[in-house]
């Protein structure tokens, strides 16, 4: 393939993406069709059919775009908010989950619709992606020595990745997580001397 054709085939893929989730937004998931999609996208069945097998293949595909745009707007709110250590990063990274679960419009971060395809994917495959995008950030606090040095940089990604999981999906019974502040002040205190801990005091 040419690179005039590669750039052709992927803005009709992204196109067809695109299409999708306007109609998403409007009919509903269950009630978008191929044809309402197609249409929207100006394209034919056909070429539809040629970038996706069926609905499934395209639902999957809009969940990739949302988790990658979701993780793109959280890096930016990272550097744009969480200063320059660790605990600062991920007090935003927690802010920025607790705000996606109440879709905070003026943010222009959200979109219910794609928040919504991102948790259609399977969870071990969220908590994985999520995983993935902290432990950059982990990595560099143990190089700095803001965490220890032996810390194993992906198992504590993991534990933080379930952590922003749990306040996604779990309502709280003491934080107001509509309150950004109460949910830092709830995050702060734990999330990095959880990974400072004296080796000689484990067992």
Not at 38 to 50: D, G, L, N, Q
Not at 59 to 76: D, G, I, K, L, P
Request: charge should be neutral; include cysteine.
């Amino acid at each position: 393939m040419t690179q005039a054709g590669f750039v052709q085939a992927t803005d009709t893929r992204d196109a067809i993406i695109s299409a999708a989730f306007a109609c998403f937004r409007t009919q509903g998931l269950r009630k978008t069709t191929i044809v309402d999609i197609a249409k929207a996208a100006e394209v034919s069945r056909s070429t539809f059919y040629e970038y996706f097998r069926d609905k499934e293949t395209i639902v999957e595909a809009c969940a990739e775009a949302a988790s990658q745009r979701f993780y793109r707007n959280m890096a930016t709110a990272i550097d744009r908010h969480g200063g320059s250590t660790l605990e600062g990063r991920l007090v935003r990274a927690a802010v920025f989950v607790a705000q996606a679960r109440r879709v905070v419009e003026p943010e222009v971060y959200f979109d219910e619709e794609e928040v919504n395809l991102m948790m259609t994917k399977n969870a071990a495959t969220l908590l994985k992606e999520c995983a993935e995008f902290l432990a950059p950030y982990v990595s560099a606090a143990r190089l700095t020595g803001e965490v220890r040095s032996d810390l194993d940089v992906a198992s504590a990604s993991e534990w933080f990745a379930r952590m922003l999981f749990s306040l996604f999906t779990t309502p709280s019974p003491t934080i107001d997580m509509r309150d950004d502040e109460a949910v830092a002040a709830f995050v702060r205190p734990y999330v990095v001397n959880g990974f400072n801990g004296d080796r000689s005091r484990r067992r």
